[in-house]
């Protein structure tokens, strides 16, 4: 055996390296995630989901120009009309520009760097056609103006609250917190309850999760740990939640509430979501951003 | 036959006065609209919507109030759910208080009154069973703050544009507008068609109509009657649309069409719409604002 030093390659990181390689990580954790529910699509048996054809992700680039029609990145949609996820998106994007005047100054870093921003991120909403499968959503972000930072988080949005399904989503994010820091879970649990909040219903949108944001700890590397775990573990705790419940059966009745519970995450994706903001205002792809919206909703 | 000088009894008019009579003008428009949707309901003799039980509306009164615990108005829905209308909503509202010092600095007047504020109204919204029968939205309202106002407007929003329906809805607006001031329909047809726009979609939400807001000629008598020639023109106007395509036949295709048209216009009055913002900001009844929402919507 050879005794050989090993080199710390990441203290040699510039800031290049670090985008290059979040940007990878996000395309890595999609194709993962979208392989997992495709095999799940595979796996259902039961009712009449299994007499329809399984579903398979479609992929959809899209191309960014900033306001001077120089090149502002872009991303990649991939959308799955299934028979589990009756509609599920993971969609990736890497774009840069400047804010305007008026939004650089709610981002940090951004109005002393003359609104010049880079982010690069993966969001995933899934609507499914089991009322007993409960919806989620997950999002994962580098962002970088004259600071940098990453956020994300998770959320379970339950048609039917299931203190077991709560309880085990839940402890994913826990214990994949303390393995970075036992402040974050505390933290961060509460973030989301503040954050996936309709305000103008007084209550919740689900059972919350985890929410951060502005996470700059002074290592890029242990941020960036932290924000890779939560991506997997969202999908492995997820993908077993899907897998429990989406054999189950259901009545006309589960499939109402469904709907009209799909018509309380519309209004807070239009009038609260910081994703559906920030997309808006930076002119994101449209269809990108509002992938999030159910296939079909309802309200009394 | 005896000379009388007639009495100008609007010149005695004091702002309460004024209140009372517009807040009562708008109860009587809402009861005539009622009355002429619960006729159309009784009419139609095709295709399934003939064989269900024509609908009536139903009434509910919701109290506002204030902050501080005091009375701050209140409203009152009339839903009706029924065989042609398969949802519409003509709710009046009569609400006072004091707007949040932020909200209030986008209000003319409300400031510099310590943000005190009242407003009267009628908000009408109207989403039909038939894809051939245009969805249409109208507002009328008067305001107080240190200022005072009316404010209003109607678009329609086919799925299926017909120019004949269309000329039909902005003659109708126009013969209205010409009778108060021939400048009113080029400067209000112009406003709505820059108001009812969904910028992200960059689409507008309808054909249009009209949009006037802080309307104060100088007369109160003159404002009033426009406002109320507005309201009275858009009723007649658009129960004849009603009539005359609430018989037609339509295919899946053509409800399929007019599901995802409806989730754009969730999308306009989510993100866009005036009257919810305002609704939301003043601690409005949240039910009776998102009555515009409609029963079903539908996203790709």
Redesign the interface.
């Known amino acids: 055996m050879y005794a050989m030093k090993q080199k710390d390659v990441t203290a040699a990181l510039d800031l290049d390296d670090k985008k290059s390689i979040a940007a990878q990580w996000f395309r890595n954790l999609r194709d993962s995630i979208c392989a997992e529910f495709e095999a799940i699509e595979n796996e259902v048996t039961a009712h009449e989901c299994a007499s329809m054809p399984a579903g398979t992700f479609q992929k959809k680039q899209w191309s960014r120009t900033t306001e001077d029609g120089s090149d502002g990145g872009g991303g990649e949609m991939s959308v799955m009309k299934g028979r589990v996820f009756e509609k599920v998106g993971v969609n990736i994007s890497t774009v840069h520009g400047r804010f305007s005047k008026d939004f650089a100054e709610k981002i940090p870093g951004a109005s002393d760097n003359d609104g010049h921003f880079w982010a690069s991120g993966l969001s995933l909403v899934a609507h499914h056609r089991n009322p007993h499968v409960p919806p989620a959503h997950m999002n994962t972000r580098m962002i970088v103006t004259s600071k940098e930072w990453f956020g994300g988080g998770g959320d379970l949005n339950p048609i039917f609250e299931c203190d077991e399904d709560t309880g085990f989503f839940h402890d994913g994010f826990k214990a994949c917190c303390d393995r970075h820091d036992p402040e974050y879970y505390p933290k961060y649990k509460d973030w989301a309850d503040e954050y996936f909040f309709i305000k103008?219903?007084n209550e919740s949108r689900g059972i919350g999760g985890i929410f951060y944001d502005y996470l700059d700890s002074g290592s890029w590397e242990a941020d960036f740990a932290f924000t890779k775990d939560v991506g997997e573990t969202f999908r492995d705790t997820y993908c077993a939640l899907v897998r429990k419940s989406m054999n189950r059966q259901w009545t006309e009745e589960d499939r109402e509430a469904q709907?009209l519970k799909r018509?309380r995450y519309?209004?807070f994706n239009?009038?609260y979501d910081r994703g559906t903001v920030f997309g808006?205002q930076t002119g994101g792809n449209?269809e990108a951003?509002?992938m999030s919206?159910?296939?079909?909703?309802?309200?009394d």
């Open positions: 103008h219903r709907l018509g519309v209004e239009l009038v808006l449209v951003i509002l919206l159910p296939p079909v909703a309802k309200w």
